[in-house]
Nanobody, 117 residues
Framework: QVQVVESGGGLVQAGGSLRLSCAAS????????LAWYRQAPGKGRERVAI???????DYADSVKGRFTISRDNAKNMVYLQMNSLKPEDTAVYYC???????????WGQGTQVTVSS
């Protein structure tokens, strides 16, 4: 049974940093892409960053230059380093694991990030 668990959220002042971690367990297949999404109150879920199995990355324009996604394939982990945080980064952050186009993705339960001004 696959489980995806995020950690590292919390309350931080504007300009501060946080590092989110996501651990995937029960993996018996090759993981394709991993990503971080976020959902702010009253808004839809948006993709923040994605990293492919080859290590290619892509970021939402709103976080480029501030956030960095990385993965550890041996440990089935993905990370999101968030620097220069802004109040508008406040949201629940979700980890997303993609096995491939023929399969449904896996989601974590989310971790709250709150940035105070």
């Amino acid at each position: 049974q696959v489980q995806v668990v995020e950690s590292g959220g919390g309350l931080v002042q504007a300009g501060g940093s946080l590092r989110l971690s996501c651990a995937a367990s029960g993996i018996t297949f090759r993981i394709d892409s991993l990503a971080w999404y976020r959902q702010a109150p009253g808004k839809g879920r948006e993709r923040v960053a994605i990293i492919t199995s080859a290590g290619s990355t892509d970021y939402a324009d709103s976080v480029k230059g501030r956030f960095t996604i990385s993965r550890d394939n041996a440990k089935n982990m993905v990370y999101l380093q968030m620097n220069s945080l802004k109040p508008e980064d406040t949201a629940v952050y979700y980890c997303y694991l993609n096995r491939g186009i023929a399969y449904n993705p896996y989601w974590g339960q989310g971790t709250q990030v709150t940035v105070s001004s």
